[in-house]
């Protein structure tokens, strides 16, 4: 198992950034983040493919987040720009490290988790 180390929430008010990394202790096939806030269902914020770089974003963060990684690192970052209100959530890094297919949103159960970081964001 990986063991993923989060870092980087805080409070910050509309407008403004955050930069959350997330180190892995050893390789993996892709790096994503998933949020969950109160009322709402867990949403897969982004993702990070090793070998390729390919990354995806959901579309509610698409041109204010970016994920981003240092393979030699086994480190990853989400660096969110442009924070809003509705983007205040617990954020978990998750590493799929079984195969690729591990990596699609459906399969949460294969892929390790980290002990999550609270993003909030005041209007």
């Known amino acids: 198992q990986v063991q993923l180390v989060e870092s980087g929430g805080g409070s910050v008010q509309s407008g403004g950034s955050l930069r959350l990394s997330c180190a892995a202790s050893?390789?993996?096939?892709?790096m994503g983040w998933f949020r969950q806030a109160p009322g709402k269902e867990r949403e897969a914020v982004a993702r990070?493919?090793?070998?390729?770089?390919?990354?995806f974003y959901a579309d509610s963060v698409k041109g204010r987040f970016t994920i981003s990684q240092d393979n030699a690192k086994n480190t990853g970052y989400l660096q969110m720009n442009n924070l809003k209100p509705e983007d205040t959530a617990m954020y978990f890094c998750?590493?799929?490290?079984?195969?690729?297919?591990?990596?699609?949103?459906?399969?949460?159960?294969?892929?390790?988790w980290g002990q999550g970081t609270q993003v909030t964001v005041s209007s």
């Open positions: 990070i493919y090793s070998n390729s770089g390919d990354t």
């Open positions: 998750t590493v799929s490290v079984r195969g690729l297919y591990s990596c699609h949103p459906e399969n949460v159960g294969t892929m390790d």
């Open positions: 050893g390789s993996y096939y892709c």
